[in-house]
Structure formats: C-alpha cells, structure tokens
C-alpha cells in the first residue's frame, strides 16, 4: 500500500521496506513512521480531520500568545511576523508522543502570567480565582456526567437482558425482578414467577410448560442474542470503530503521553455507551467495568473542552483523564478509594499527588450521582454486595492460599491463549470478518449457555448469587441443605449437610466453569465492547464456591478430625462457602490483571469490612507471585506490547551495562545526522530535507563544521511556519535565508528578505553525553517524559535518540522482537 | 460547539433523572418481609405498602398462617425489608436509551442507503469528498495550506453541516481502516 508520497523520498528507503512479518520499521534516525500516519491521519497533517485539535479560529491567536511564553506583542523588530504563534504550532500530530517538558513549561508560564496580572484589576483577580477553581468544577461535572451514564447503562442492561427471556405486560420497560415487585402471588419456593412477566413461549403459544415451549424459549434466547450482538457490532464498525474492546490498554498508553485522536471523542463516548449495553446484553461472557473506565474517560476528555486552561494543554488534560478514569472504576464497583487507586496503580502514568485529591472528588461525586440514580432498587451500587460477618479461622487461610494458586494459574494461562488468539486475529485471515466473528461467538456462547440455569442468568447474577451466605431465607439449589430443626440455636446456622439441590447446582457450576474458561479467551478483544473484570471473578467464584462448599462437607462429616476438631465441632457455624467464592474471585482477577492493592481495597469496599482483609491478601498475594512466575506481565500490558504501543513501563527496572553510543542514531554505517543550520540554510534547502526525510525534528546547529548544537526544531512546526510566510509575508522565496538567531545574519541588501524561525526554535534540548550509561538515559525518558535526547560528544552533537529507540533497545535486551515497536 | 451541545443534552438527561427520582409513585415503595418454613408451615412471602416504621411482621403480615403463642416465634424468624425504588426512573431511562438507539439505527440505515442515492439525484452537490486514492497525494505543504484555509469562515449553515459530515466519515473511514483493515490499533 505504497502511497505516491512515499515515492519521492530517496533517503530513509529503509522506511518503506516491510519486513516478512507485517511489522513495520520506521525510519532510521527513530522519527515517526510517517507512512503509518498518510494512511491513518488521512493527510499526513490534515488537522482539520482530528477531533481534539485545537479551535483554529481568530479567538485562539490572540490567546496563544500567552501560552506559548514569549511573544511579547509590543516588540518592534522588524519582520516580526511570527512573533505571534500560528494555528497548529504547539500541537501534535496523531499517534505520536507529547513532549511532557514543553507542556508543563506553557502551563507553568500561563499560571505565573495569571498571577502577576491578577494584581492589576478586580477582573484579572476574579479570573485568577475562577482559573483555580476551575479544576474543582471540571471533576464535579465529570463525576456527575460518569455517574448518570452509568446508571443509564447499569439500568438499560439489566432491563435488556431479562428481554431475552420475556416480556412484563404491566410495562415493558421493567425487567423480571421489577415486574414481579408489587406482585402478591410470588410464593417462598418460586419467587420469581408472577403472573404479570411472561416468557415468551408464554406470550406466543399460551403456555410455558412442556418441551415445545422450552424449545421455543431456547429458540427466542439465541434469537435475541444474535439481534443484540449484530446491532452492536455494526453499530462499532459504522460510526466510531475505536469502541471496541476494553480500552484500558490505550488508555494507558494515551496517559503516558501517546495521542490517538478521536479516542476518546464524542462519537465513541455515544457508541461506547449504546453498544456496551448491547454486548452485556446479547450473554457474551465479558463484563463491563474496563468499558466503563473508557467511558468515564471520554467524558472527561469531553468535558475538558470547556476549560482554556486544559482544552490547550496536553499534560493537564492527562491528570483530569487520570482522575476520570478513577471515577469510571468507582461508579463500576462502588468503591470510590479503589478506583483513586486502580487509576495510580493500573492507569496513570504520571500522577501528582494534587491529581489525587481530586480523583477521589471525582469518584466520590459519581458514585454518589449512581446511588442517588439508584439502579437496582435498593441503594447499592453494585450488583454483588457482600453482607456476611461470619468471621474466619487461621486454618482456613491453606485453602485460601490453594485458591490464590489457581487464580495464579488461570491468569497465566489466560493471559497467554488470549494473546495468541489475539495475534491470530490481526495477522490471518480471521480478521477480516469481525462481523461474523462476534455472531459465531454469540451464537456458540448462548446454545451453550441456555440449558445450564447458571450460565443462563448474566454473570453479575451468577457472582451475587456465589457470594451469597447460605440462610434460612434462601431457597436456591445452592441453598438446599438440611435442614435440622431441633438443633437451630437462635440465629446461628450451623454447618449442614448438602441436600440434594446442592450436589446438582455443583456438577452444573462445573460445567459452566468450562464454559466461562474457554468462552472468555475468544471473547476478550472483539469487535464490541468487553471488558474481562466479571467473567474473572465469575471463574474464581465458581472455583472458590466448590471449594468451599467441599471444605464445608467434609468439615460436617469429619468434624471428630484433628484439623476440625478445635475450631469446628458439631454445631458450629465455621465455614462459609460465600467467604471462598469471594476470595477466589479477588484470586482469578488478580492473577489476571496483577492488580495489587487497588483489587484488595475493592474487594474490601465491596464486603463493607475489614474482616476478611487478611484472606483477600493472601490470596492476591499468591496470585500475584504464581502469575509473575510464569508471565512477567498483566493482561493490559501485554496487549500494549502486541499492539506495538511506544509504552515505557515504568515499572521495570533496566539493568544492562550498555552505553548511550550503543543506542543513538546514526549507527556507524549510517548516513550521518540531518541537521539545520542556524542561519545559512535556505527556504528550499529546508523543504528539500523535509520532502526528502521523514524525521519529526531536526537539530539546529550553529555550523556544519562545528557541529555545537543551538536547539531543536519540530518538523510539523517548521512547515506551517514556512508555508504561512510563504503567503503572509513579503518577499519570502525559495532563496530567502532561514535563520533562529535573535538579529539577522548580514548580508548584502540585494539579497531577498529573510524568514526568521526563532520563536519555534526549542532552545533548551536535553542532551546526554556519549558515555552515558542507558540506566540514566531510560530514567531520565521514564522521568521526564522525553521523546528524544540528543547525544554530544566533547561539546560537539553526535547523534540523537527517541524513545522508540529506547524502547527497541530494552525489547532487545530482552530479547523480544525489537522491531514490534510500531509507533513512536 | 457540538460538544457543547452533546454537553447539554447529558446535563438535561442527568437533571431529569435526578428530578424524576424525588417523585415517588405509591406503588413504588414496599415492606417484604420473608418468612421461612416453620413447624408444618411452609414459607411465605408477604409484600405490603407500608411507610418504614411500619415495616415489621406485625403489620405486614396480614393472615397469621399460625395463631395464639406460636406468632411471637414465627414473627422471630421473619426478615422484613424496607425498600424503595423509582419505577419512574426505570421507564425514562429504558425510553431514552431506546430512542438513542433507534435513531442510530436509522442513522446508520439512511447513511448506508438513503444517502448515495439522494447524492445521485443531486449531483455534484458537494465536492468536498475525496476518494482514497487522493489520500496520500498531498505533499505536506499542500496539507498546511488546508490548515490556514481553515479560519476562514463559512457563511452558509447547510455548507457547514455538509462540511462536519464529510470531515466525520473521512475520521471514521481512518478508524476503521487503522482497526478493522490494518489491525494497527486495537486488535
């Protein structure tokens, strides 16, 4: 797919070659693969395609004056034209990395420019306020906005999928539980049935007994699956083809400084939010709370336009996206101070610690927003709330520990099916039809999933249902114990023998846990909405559940063995299956996500005490450590990687002894640096090296002979200056100097009139010497957040190195594929 | 301005929400009290309007399956719940997600079919379209020149409305090219 543009290049012929893999390189001296961006971006530098850009209207270039932390509008040099920044200047191109330095600089000049002139007049102490309130009222209305579509969402998805089996004939828009609400005919055994909900053999043949209406009610479940996932798929591929799939990946790359444009637009927010309810809805095996921190994210990025002071501002705009994405998990799990920390631990990338402050403001706002909507009828934000206090005895914690192991276990193996499934589909021909893709997928998940009663029911349902300590009041299969009257003391249930109703419900939790194991590794990464927090816990609550319901039988009929004897004698309440389902849930997620400390505060915030923080610790813990054994890394992490994302893990630490000249560009049999001087080269020679090469910056130099470095210059800068002097100025030609000095190169005065370039110029590049260990040189990048460090030698500039550089060079020390880095 | 206007609209849904739940219907509020089998008895479910003091055995319960001394123990064993919920809620937000839906689809219905047979009819209506052969003609200097032609302003609405649509489908036309085509992103 060689575009005529590339054509006319004739150095950085490297960057056209594809090698046999399908992987692209980029070009040599680690600039940008622009190819990647023809094709993507459209134009390679059509800004007026791109969602996020900056408004390019008159209002802006008064204002950019101001940011840009310089152009003082009163100079009187002549040819001063571009004293005052263009349009486009300071922003990026699509997929392509901030210059964090350069951001926080522009917002460091606009506040202390606030500050100074808030003294001069009522009106300028009055903006100066309102500019630092303005943080507080954008996470306010960014938790109220994430709150209510997360309601709008938790109530269309729980009507939604009950409409798979039937209709409410007292108003279609409730669901079964709420249909049967006012009902007096619900008896104890059959609580669900009430004359007002019908299934839909009942509505289209009369009755709902018999195996002609079973067959048809299975019939009308698939039907409807099918109708769910078709609409939702076409929906994705016809308006916004970035809403699908969990989003947590990109979003953690965008957090780290890279930009996709249109990611987090309004489009994919109103897509996003329609077909995740679609895709829960249709009985897929995935979960909804990754779409929903995406979600949370589009609003935030939404809502940022409404502020100057992080519309304009790349880095600022990041520390509300981490604080959204905060509030996104809060609203999925109600658990407020577990999504403050998911977002430290799993999302962000840089988090100060004032954006801590604020993303709880955020969280706290949308969970409240949720539980004022409240969508399930009883003031609980989530689904699978725990109620139980029974406490725990220290023996338990070996089955605890057994738990986290298989958590560990199904992580890996997990991590590594869905990975290689993944791989296949964007390489073979799999990928090419996505929309038969989803429908075989749906249709496989829901034949299977119909006869089983526990695969039936929507995974949140099935997860509420494991939690639930076993009481008088229930009467579940699950539930179905024996019970002896005689021996009832008050209100302590003691430990009972299974009934039959719980052998039944176990064989049938295994089966839907073979299910759920292998549905979930071809479901994660389609072509709709997925997340994979549900269907984790779901896996780890079924095995958690047998165990326990295991350890419970046999302490029962064992109870005379040493290990029982002290702690469980006849009688007593000791062991509660829904405790090991829960820790088995917090065991899979955490062997899936290697979530830390954020799974442990959430799984505690969801049971509403701290008793049981000791089971849920070790368990993670041992998830974590198994997992880590096997695969060093989360599932988030390793899409990133097989995405070609240009992520440095901040995590990681690089311990090879190689030296920044083993790293930088240009190697020893390459063409030597492209640089421009500062004011020797002409208007043509300038196109000619930006036609000719695809690098995004060049170094400005004071002479090719001395090579002593003046600063850097952006290449997307440099054309929108050049082309708009073209135009605007007089007497600009092909042979008019360029120069970055302050005051102009002499020259004879029948030469044409010259361009100066100074306010472009960045005139402070971070340079390192030759010798540099690359231990200082990946932390000053991790640190920083630099996109490329020019290396000098003796004083003198030698070669340059991007992060992409340094990311192929860390892939290579670990001997991954080097050339699987995509972006830069 | 359309993010404003999307701004609004979810602003105007959240407040409708929230104002609509202060309306609380009769039917909408309930005491369920459980009670669980006891001696010959079987189980029962009892549902019963009542205000929250209200809600215990003794007032909910309105037939005593048991009599004399027995309903002090049988009320004993009884859970009774207060709660609440706002059928009103429910039926606003399932009719404003389906309408969002509706209109996607016919979105989506008219863009697929409707539209390249009206752009027939009216033909040479817009030139602004551009296949995607031309794509990757432009050199990077033709491209900052669309740039800066940009704030120039655009007197007509309807010019505008076409603009914003072409530039959309050209943006998703990329999406989809970048997810589903080329699996660069996303896969």
Redesign the interface.
Known sequence: MA????GQQSLGSEAVAMNNKGFRRGSFQGSTSDE?M??????????????DDPP???EMLGGFSLYNGGGMNGTSQMMDFLEEP???VGTYEDFNTIDWVREKSRDRDRHREIASKSKESTWALIHSVSDAFSGWLLMLLIG??A???A??ID??AH?MTDLKEGLCLS?F??NHE?CC????E????D?DKCPEWESWSQLIIGHGEGAFAYILNYFMYVLWALVFSL?AV??V??????A??SGIP?IKTILSGFI?R?YLG??TL??KT?TL??AVSSGLSLGKEGPLVHVACCCGN??C??FTKYRKNEAKRREVLSAAAAAGVSVAFGAPIGGVLFSLEEVSYYFPLKTLWRSFFAALVAAF?LR???PF??SRLVLFYVEFHTPWHLLELVPFILLGIFGGLWGSFFIRSNIAW??R???TKL?KY?VLEVLVVTAITAVLAFPNEYTRMSTSELISELFNDCG??D?SKLCEYVNDFNSTTGDVLPDRAAGPGVYTAMWQLALALILKVFITIFTF?M?VPSGLFIPSMAVGAIVGRLLGVGMEQLAYYHHDWTIFSGWCSQGADCITPGLYAMVGAAACLGGVTRMTVSLVVIMFELTGGLEYIVPLMAAAMTSKWVADAIGREGIYDA?IR??GYPFLEAKEEFSHKTLAMDVMRPRRNDPVLTVITQDSMMVEDV?AI??ETTYSGYPVVVSRESQRLVGFVLRRDL??S???AR?KQDGIVSTSIIYFTDHSPPLPPSSPSMLKLRSILDLSPFTVTDQTPMEIVVDIFRKLGLRQCLVTHNGKLLGIITKKDVLKHIAQMANQDPDSI?FN | M???A??CS??A??AL??QV?GVKNF?DV?CKC????YKDQ????F?KNVSQKDCDCLHVVESMPVSGPDVEAYCL?C?CKY?????V???V?????LS??GL??LY?VY??LAEPILKRRLFGHSQLIQSDED???????A??????A??R?RANVLNKVEYAQQ??K???Q???????D??????
Not at chain 1, 3 to 6: D, K, N, R, V
Not at chain 1, 181 to 184: A, D, E, I, L, P
Not at chain 2, 182 to 187: D, G, T
């Open positions: 575009s005529p543009w590339l990647d023809v094709e993507i971006a459209g134009r390679a530098l059509d800004f007026s395609i791109t969602d390019l209207d008159r263009l349009p486009g109220l906005l709150g209510s579509l309601g709008l109530i269309s009507w108003g828009w409730f709420h609400w006012n009902s007096n619900t008896t104890f055994e609580r609409l076409l929906l591929r016809g308006f916004a083809p970035y699908c799939g990109e996709i249109g309004k489009w109103i897509i329609v309810v679609l939404i809502l336009h409404l927003t004022s909507i409240n009828g009883n993944c791989r589909r964007k390489t990928g996505p008088l009041l009467f990464g072509k899409h097989l995405n196109e930006i036609n054309i929108i050049i082309e708009n135009k995509l | 359309a993010a404003r999307r701004l979810m602003l849904l959240a929400v929230r739940t039917e309930r459980i009670c669980p089998p079987p189980g029962h479910i549902n064993r859970e709660e609440e919920r706002s059928s809620t429910i039926k937000t399932v009719i404003i997600y969002i839906l996607l689809l989506m863009l697929t794509i990757g003609d432009h050199q990077p200097f491209n900052a020149h669309d740039v800066l940009r704030s302003s530039r959309w050209l943006q998703v990329e999406q989809r090219k970048s997810v589903f080329r699996h660069v992103v996303l896969s």
